[in-house]
């Protein structure tokens, strides 16, 4: 989304393996994710966000591995490294009785960069309440205070933990158009898993799928959407029979169903050169390719039942 994304890492995953007893939540992930990015990491639950949020946060030591934020070993420097990282957590976690208004001011003493008219002026600007105690706020008005809390700290990154998950409409659109604003603003580095796959495709510039602790793939994502297509065609040579040929093959095809009118497939490998000559092929007749949403793709590559990873 932002041009100030670089080639300098604000986190770095190496190798990382999460195991609850026999259970193996996270298998060798490797990932880089550039300074001033938007970094989205998908997975159905049980897919191993949670793990990997948990290890960049330094909450929890992984099996094996290393890990970098923004420049910080997490566990060992988890104090230090909090003073430059915004959180939003899935489940808005703030003091029942405290107003927004009052955990400005708590936080306010806290960060040495704490910026206060920003912090009110968000509350204003989201429509909530500062003087409502937290426990009264409704789900949206507690998850866009705490988007509000995160920024106040002028953050280097910001993590989200499916931070729009139990949102209104009206909400998540609010919560995806503040970090808009701050990527304009100060490039702010963006780590966060979600559900909202509508929502993040428009803020993203990279993504990586989780399935079952391994990351099956991670890159930009123009770069994913222009390789993925569903390509539907009628073919003489699969006439009659319950599977398709191979002449998709220089197209990678993921999966494709014989349906009554002809074969519908979803291919990784799609350019528009190879289109071409599978159209030319003898015996295949009303080619077409579509591109796919981001949350097409994602069903395509990890819509499968989930795995027992946390």
């Given amino acids: 989304m932002t041009d100030a994304a670089t080639t300098v890492p604000a986190a770095r ?6 195991r609850y007893g026999r259970t193996l939540a996270l298998d060798a992930v490797s990932l880089d994710v550039p300074t001033g990015s938007v970094f989205a990491l998908l997975g159905r639950n049980g897919s191993g966000k949670s793990s990997l949020v948990r290890c960049l946060l330094g909450q929890q030591k992984p099996e094996a591995g290393r890990l970098e934020l923004l420049g ?24 029942r009785e ?24 968000r509350l204003s600007r989201f429509g909530v309440p500062p003087a409502t105690a937290f426990g009264r706020l409704s789900k949206g008005q507690k998850g866009l205070t705490q988007l509000s809390l995160a920024l106040a700290s002028s953050p280097e990154l910001l993590l989200l933990d499916d931070p729009t998950l139990g949102l209104d409409p009206v909400a998540r659109h609010a919560f995806f158009d503040e970090i808009v604003t701050e990527l304009a603003d100060r490039g702010t580095t963006v780590i966060l898993t979600t559900h909202d796959l509508a929502g993040v495709e428009r803020i993203a510039d990279s993504v990586g799928i989780l399935k079952d602790g391994r990351l099956l793939l991670c890159e930009e994502v123009e770069s994913l959407k222009a390789r993925f297509r569903t390509v539907r065609y009628r073919s003489e040579v699969t006439e009659g029979r319950t599977e398709f040929g191979n002449e998709l093959d220089e197209m990678e095809p993921l999966r494709a169903k014989v349906r009554g009118w002809g074969i519908e497939a979803v291919v990784t490998g799609f350019t528009d050169a190879r289109f071409e000559r599978f159209s030319a092929k003898d015996g295949i007749t009303e080619a077409e ?11 395509a590559v990890a819509g499968e039942e989930k795995g027992a990873a946390r």
């Fill in 72 to 95: 910080c070993e997490p566990w060992g420097e988890r104090t230090k490294l909090m003073e430059r990282v915004g959180v939003v957590p899935e489940e808005p976690d703030a003091p």
């Fill in 289 to 299: 390719a579509s591109p796919l949403s981001l949350e097409e793709v994602f069903l």
């Fill in 98 to 121: 405290m107003t927004p208004r009052q955990l400005g001011a708590f936080c306010a003493r806290i960060y040495q960069s704490w910026d206060a008219p920003g912090y009110a002026a």
């Fill in 13 to 18: 995953v190496d190798g990382l393996t999460v």
